[in-house]
């Protein structure tokens, strides 16, 4: 078996500017960054900074453990990869302990980010040398794959927000639904729609709040006038509260006669809802409402006792 030292290894980049990276980049897994309201692209390439984070560390790791005696090749990696593990799951509790949201595609990107520096080192067993390094390239593209699956359908998804807008959401595309969560659960569905083949199918569950909410749209809404939505219904008198806040809305104490709130008792069948947007400019109490800065929209009931599931579609703005 292959036995390695530190002549095996070279890592190119100068040690000095591997430590200053990391004296940077470590304190800002913990304090910083974006809160949950700030733009999701922002979020986004905040998280993937666990990438550049565990390059680093990882080529300063292989800098300190080729110091150590000669190994075989697999021990080393092996001792290396577990480091690497470690030191992802470590990072990621602790942030969890500072009020970061702990999460697998965080620890994941730190994974990738240690296997990339060793392929930047660019070392590999003597024996089928050409066949090792195809496995640790395949590994490499694999793990990658399944860190910027999430990024590359988000950023997708901006465009496309973009692009539709005023229509918020017709759920034609099954990557609007990364703008949308629910506490009882929602799917795109194909059992019913008033336009195209789809629409968000949305369980209202039998005890306390339970609804959907949309964010990521467009925020300035200040050039229409109306905001219309399709709603459909398993039974008559269906109690739904439609609720809409602004972003001073959410950085301030967040009252409920500060933003806009409407409750409707659905037909059963299709409902087509149409919402007169100076309502809501007039809805918080002693202030008006931020047409220029709207953050979130949502749907809701409260106690239904029963479950039951409604389906909405062409979330839209529409002018006179």
Excluded at 187 to 199: I, N, P, V
Excluded at 306 to 314: G, K
Aim: aromatic letters at 14%; glycine letters at 8%.
């Amino acid at each position: 078996m292959t036995d390695i030292n530190h002549k095996t290894f070279l890592v190119t980049i100068p040690l000095w500017l591997i430590v200053v990276s990391l004296l940077v980049s470590v304190p800002l897994l913990f304090i910083g960054g974006p809160n949950y309201y700030d733009n999701r692209i922002i979020k986004l390439l905040w998280d993937l900074g666990h990438i550049p984070f565990m390059f680093f560390t990882g080529l300063l790791l292989v800098s300190l453990l080729s110091r150590l005696a000669v190994m075989p090749y697999w021990a080393f990696f092996g001792l290396y990869a577990c480091i690497a593990v470690m030191i992802a799951v470590v990072t990621e509790y602790l942030q969890g302990k500072v009020g970061r949201i702990t999460s697998l595609s965080d620890v994941l990107a730190d994974l990738w980010g240690a296997l990339l520096a060793w392929l930047y080192i660019g070392c590999y067993p003597k024996g089928r040398r050409f066949k090792w390094k195809v496995l640790f390239y395949g590994l490499a593209l694999g793990l990658g794959g399944g860190v910027l699956t999430k990024p590359a359908i988000t950023v997708y998804d901006e465009v496309l927000a973009k692009r539709q807008f005023p229509l918020i959401a017709g759920f034609e595309s099954s990557s609007e639904l990364s703008r949308w969560s629910a506490r009882g659960g929602f799917e795109q569905s194909r059992d019913r729609a008033t336009e195209g083949q789809y629409s968000l199918k949305v369980l209202l569950l039998p005890e306390g709040y339970s609804g959907t909410s949309v964010n990521d749209f467009p925020a300035d809404w200040q050039e229409y006038d109306y905001f219309r939505f399709d709603v459909w219904s398993p039974l008559s008198f269906l109690p739904l509260t439609v609720r809409m806040h602004d972003m001073q809305h959410v950085e301030g104490e967040q009252h409920y006669n500060d933003r806009f709130n409407r409750r409707y008792q659905l037909k059963k069948g299709w409902n087509r809802i149409l919402i007169d947007l100076n309502d809501v400019l007039h809805a918080p109490k002693g202030r008006l409402f931020r047409l220029d800065e709207v953050e979130g929209v949502g749907w809701f009931s409260y106690n239904l006792g029963t479950t039951e599931t409604i389906y909405l579609d062409q979330v839209m703005l529409l002018r006179k």
